[in-house]
């Protein structure tokens, strides 16, 4: 698919922007998570070497200090890499630059009545910033082989891809916001929180918000539903997360793999539950995230959804007779209803509790408020609450964007630069105006920084569609001409044409499918899998 070179030149200058503008925002919260709360005691003095902040070498304080400057390496050597254009001394900068943050952070500390100033921080953070710079050094190195691969695999297995893409992406999620507890002690106490009875927080919820009603405390009442409603918004969510998966994973395995209707069901419940659990016990020793036998119950419902509405869809409509332009608007209608669901998503998780407040003056009381301020509410919160509200609405307002942009065909000639102007004007009239009736609303309180979340994930939305569509633009077209290359319609040198992999056709993955399906001699049938063809007898 050919590019206009100012849209090639916009993209690149986009990307550049884009990695200084992830390196800020990731340090501001590295400096939230090492100052906050701003308490400082210019008398005092707390500096005490070789002492961590749980204690005598408390070694899991000492292992989340070196995570949390992994992922500031990273950007710090991109940051460094692209200002230097060339990759080790950027490495060096990184580090220097990590250090450097460091050394002050603990300084500042000396001066905080809650912190503890400490040389095994520094070292900590140095020795995690020193890893994060060697992680993108390899990354660096190996990228131009890792795209070729992905090319390769995408062209080849496309629907597998996006299958293994996909479980990334929940495995990514079900871990944020990343605050993962090392502690025993801790550890115990999450197993104790723990949650095997379904639906057991909610009704908890719902018993304190009927005690506080009983006592006339609307404001607890109000937290306490809204609380309730984030869990059923999160278990919508994970219900709506496995149905797709189940589309795809049906999908792969009926087309790519061959199997039956029914032996691709039992499969797809097989994996899909024992996808389910491992993310459950994955979720355990992450703070905000806890074991929840519900999680499960969901997930199990997500995947019976998909598989019955996959059946009924794949026979009523018989997918495979559709001309290219009725499968494109079948398409498009799917990716309009995606686009209203997510933004329902944001309105309702903007608005709920849906009690109003009846009382007087709101609107001054509201700008008086500290939080109104941008970044004043993520700055005094705790860092593992702000990143996982930040992720929550900038990925919301992000899939918005994406389909959006991807359900209006009036969009798709357009350049880059308008498609963003549309996302971000939506975007933003979606945010100012959940602001404006947080206003009237008990226990929500407006604040600035939501429109800001919803302009820059609105424009990071553009960025990323266009990134899919280049990218599935070039496996089609690499597909396209392979198979013009069969039909003997392509040269052979043609630049296009995927040739023969450098590694065997089946990987570890297609090994195990087919291990479950071996022929048996005194089997009344038999299915043989090679190479994506199936023989029924």
């Not at 925002?25 to 005691?41: K, N, R, S």
Request: with cysteine; net charge positive; glycine share 8%.
């Amino acid at each position: 698919m050919p590019t206009h070179p100012r849209l090639e030149r916009t993209i690149d200058w986009m990307l550049s922007r884009w990695v200084y503008v992830l390196t800020g925002v990731y340090l501001a919260f590295v400096l939230q998570a090492a100052l906050v709360p701003l308490d400082f005691d210019l008398g005092g003095e707390n500096f005490r070497p070789f002492v961590t902040g749980g204690g005598p070498f408390h070694w899991p304080d000492t292992v989340a200090n070196i995570f949390l400057y992994v992922p500031l390496g990273v950007l710090l050597q991109w940051s460094w890499h692209r200002r230097l254009h060339v990759a080790l001394p950027g490495a060096v900068a990184a580090v220097a630059t990590a250090a450097a943050l460091s050394t002050v952070v603990e300084w500042v500390q000396v001066y905080s009545s809650t912190r503890v100033s400490s040389l095994v921080d520094v070292a900590a953070n140095v020795t995690g910033a020193t890893l994060g710079a060697f992680v993108s050094l390899v990354g660096h190195w190996t990228s131009p082989r890792f795209q070729a691969y992905l090319l390769e695999e995408s062209c080849a297995r496309p629907r597998e891809t996006a299958l293994r893409a996909y479980c990334f992406l929940l495995l990514v999620f079900a871990l944020a916001p990343f605050s993962i507890m090392l502690d025993p002690p801790r550890l115990a106490q999450a197993w104790r929180e723990a949650s095997f009875v379904p639906f057991e927080t909610s009704a908890a919820h719902e018993r304190l918000a009927w005690e506080a009603a009983a006592r006339g405390d609307r404001v607890t009442c109000a937290h306490q539903r809204q609380l309730k409603m984030q869990g059923w918004l999160k278990w919508s969510l994970e219900l709506t997360s496995f149905a797709l998966l189940a589309w795809l994973l049906h999908a792969v395995l009926v087309c790519d793999y061959g199997f039956r209707r029914g032996g691709a069901s039992a499969l797809c419940w097989w994996i899909g539950l024992g996808l389910a659990g491992l993310l459950s016990l994955a979720q355990w020793p992450v703070r905000l995230r806890g074991l929840d036998v519900t999680d499960i119950l969901m997930r199990a419902t997500g995947l019976g959804v998909g598989l019955v509405t996959r059946w009924g869809f794949v026979e009523r409509r018989q997918l495979g007779s559709l001309s290219p332009g009725a499968s494109g608007a079948l398409a498009r209608r799917w990716l309009q209803r995606a686009c209203l669901a997510s933004a329902a998503f944001i309105v309702v998780g903007g608005l709920i509790p849906f009690e109003l407040d009846r009382g007087d003056d709101l609107l001054r009381r509201a700008l008086a408020s500290p939080l109104f301020l941008p970044g004043v509410a993520y700055f005094t919160a705790r860092f593992d609450v702000a990143m996982a509200d930040l992720m929550l609405k900038g990925g919301g307002y992000v899939v918005f964007s994406v389909l959006f942009i991807a359900a209006r065909p009036s969009l798709a000639g357009d350049p880059l630069e308008r498609r963003m102007r549309c996302a971000v004007a939506v975007c933003l009239g979606i945010s100012v105006s959940i602001e404006v009736a947080q206003i009237r609303l008990i226990g929500r309180m407006p604040c600035l920084t939501d429109p800001l979340i919803a302009l820059v994930a609105a424009a990071g939305g553009a960025a990323l569609h266009q990134a899919i569509w280049r990218f599935v633009a070039r496996v089609h077209t690499m597909r396209a001409a392979a198979l013009a290359q069969m039909d003997g319609t392509a040269p052979a040198d043609d630049p296009a044409v995927v040739h023969e992999p450098r590694r065997p056709t089946w990987t570890l993955t297609d090994a195990l499918v087919a291990g479950l399906i071996d022929e048996v001699p005194d089997a009344p049938r038999e299915i043989a899998v090679r190479h994506g063809q199936s023989s029924r007898p």
